[in-house]
T-cell receptor, first 112, second 113 residues
Framework: DQQVKQNSPSLSVQEGRISILNCDYT??????FLWYKKYPAEGPTFLIS?????DKNEDGRFTVFLNKSAKHLSLHIVPSQPGDSAVYFC???????????FGTGTRLKVLA | DGGITQSPKYLFRKEGQNVTLSCEQN?????MYWYRQDPGQGLRLIYY???????QKGDIAEGYSVSREKKESFPLTVTSAQKNPTAFYLC????????????FGDGTRLSIL
């Protein structure tokens, strides 16, 4: 049973436009959500996080939105740049646990 | 620079051999993790350790073993019991506290000869 799902395997966006990556989860006990960016043959790099007490968190071009009632979060990248082309993973964790559950990833391609 | 070092970058194993993947961190993090990534799949947790001399099985621990004798080091052994070991292996560490991000090494790609 996959507790964290990224239903879009890939996404293409024009440079300068908005990229929206989605993530759904099934466990209502999740309290912390993270987004990672991964280039081929490298480890994931932490981008941005949000806790369940908030519904939005911004860091520069990256904004994460959390809809707890829908068990859905999204990562917005504005404006998108060619260097943003990578695989993006969402991950979720509950309070009192050191374990994260990762989604399967979405490959973003930003077209110049 | 603080970080996580995984070695080697590429590793080849013959059938029936055990191999050990190295993971070292100088971030002074208490918790360390091993994940496996297969094409089209997310990161699946193999083992994790919250403190020295203690570790727990993750979701896919069969065929793997670990040790945590030092805070800085968390080596993973892929044993001959692991029937499908070809994958990309990632090590991570995390500062204590719920919700803290995990920091990853650059991975080791293991292939069967």
């Amino acid at each position: 049973d996959q507790q964290v799902k990224q239903n879009s395997p890939s996404l293409s966006v024009q440079e300068g436009r908005i990229s929206i990556l989605n993530c759904d989860y099934t466990n209502s006990m999740f309290d912390y959500f993270l987004w990672y960016k991964k280039y081929p043959a490298e480890g994931p790099t932490f981008l941005i996080s949000i806790s369940s007490i908030k519904d939005k968190n911004e860091d520069g071009r990256f904004t994460v939105f959390l809809n707890k009632s829908a068990k859905h979060l999204s990562l917005h990248i504005v404006p998108s740049q060619p260097g943003d082309s990578a695989v993006y993973f969402c991950a979720a964790s509950g309070s009192g646990t050191y374990k994260y559950i990762f989604g399967t990833g979405t490959r973003l391609k930003v077209l110049a | 620079d603080g970080g996580i070092t995984q070695s080697p970058k590429y590793l080849f194993r013959k059938e029936g051999q055990n191999v050990t993947l190295s993971c070292e961190q100088n971030l002074n993090h208490d918790a360390m993790y091993w994940y496996r990534q297969d094409p089209g799949q997310g990161l699946r947790l193999i083992y994790y350790s919250q403190i020295v001399n203690d570790f727990q099985k993750g979701d896919i621990a069969e065929g793997y073993s670990v040790s945590r004798e030092k805070k800085e080091s968390f080596p993973l052994t892929v044993t001959s019991a692991q029937k499908n070991p070809t994958a990309f292996y990632l090590c991570a560490s995390q500062e204590g506290g719920a919700g803290q991000p995990q920091h990853f090494g650059d991975g080791t790609r293991l292939s069967i000869l």
